[in-house]
Each structure stands twice: as C-alpha cells, then as structure tokens.
C-alpha cells in the first residue's frame, strides 16, 4: 500500500554552520565592536548575546539570513522575549524539530474532513499516510501545502 510520511525536520549540521557564520559576521562588523556579542548553539536552541535589544534584532536578521542562504527554513525557529539587564541583553532562539501532538492532531483531523481514503496514523514526531491510490496520497500532500501552519512540513519516504 503506497504511504509517506510528514515530517518538520532540519539539518543540524547546516545550522551550525551558519550559526559559525554569523559569528565570523558580527566580530567584522564596525557596529559589533567591542560589544561581546556572540551567538552560542545548544541542543535545540541558539543564545544570542549583546549590549543592547538593537543589536539583539540585527544579530536575529544575521542569523535568519545565514540559515536561509544555506537551505534551513527559518519557520522552524521561534524567538523568545529578550532577557534585558543593565550591560547586557540575551535572547534564545528555539530550533523547533517534529510534529508535536496537538499539531499532529490537527492535521489528522483536517486530512479526516476531507474525505479523502487515506489514513493517517501519529507515530512519535511524525505522520505516516497510507492509501490505495497514489492520486489520493498526492492529494492529501496538496492539503498539507495549503494548510496554514506555523511549522516547515516535509513530506518523506513516498513508497508505492
């Protein structure tokens, strides 16, 4: 039975690299002189570190603009409020990776009001949907693109 997957994925390895980029950026930049300004990269999050809210906002455009020549979706980031202090302003940017719960619920239930004979199963970060006909599965990815989500969705492993 054909089926694929829907997936909200990104490279990880390329967002270290741009995340390398952006700081080799702001440590030639005339405006980030003498400010400590860096990016730091966890597991799942990006610090951002400077003086001033500002300088904050330029090193989030530096960053998007690293992400989007190197082919990451900047959709998968989601920006929390900056922390100010007296000297120093941080904010984390969060890599969001897989579909979580009440998404995937959503989606599922989209696909189910259409109508459409497929099935979607909810396994862990990700949807599996199946069908009979190859059109029916081509359809219910159609749907997806033109659901409005806040999420990149990627749509994996179509086997016939």
Not at 51 to 77: H, P, T, W, Y
Not at 97 to 122: E, P, Y
Not at 132 to 145: G, M, P
């Amino acid at each position: 039975m054909p089926s694929f997957d829907v997936v909200s994925d990104f490279n990880y390895h390329e967002v270290t690299n741009a995340v390398d980029q952006s700081n080799r950026e702001i440590t030639t930049r005339f405006d980030f002189k003498g400010t400590n300004s860096q990016f730091l990269l966890d597991d799942n999050s990006v610090n951002l570190t400077s003086e001033s809210e500002f300088q904050l906002q330029q090193m989030l455009d530096i960053l998007k603009q690293k992400l989007a020549k190197r082919g990451v979706n900047i959709g998968c980031l989601k920006a929390e409020d900056p922390d100010m202090s007296i000297n120093e302003a941080r904010q984390k940017i969060i890599l969001r990776k897989g579909i979580d719960s009440d998404l995937a619920r959503k989606l599922v239930k989209h696909i189910k009001n259409s109508k459409l004979k497929v099935q979607v199963a909810i396994q862990g970060d990700q949807l599996r949907v199946s069908g009979k006909k190859r059109d029916n599965l081509q359809t219910a990815i159609q749907l997806f693109k033109d659901l409005d989500v806040e999420l990149p969705l990627q749509y994996e492993n179509f086997r016939d």
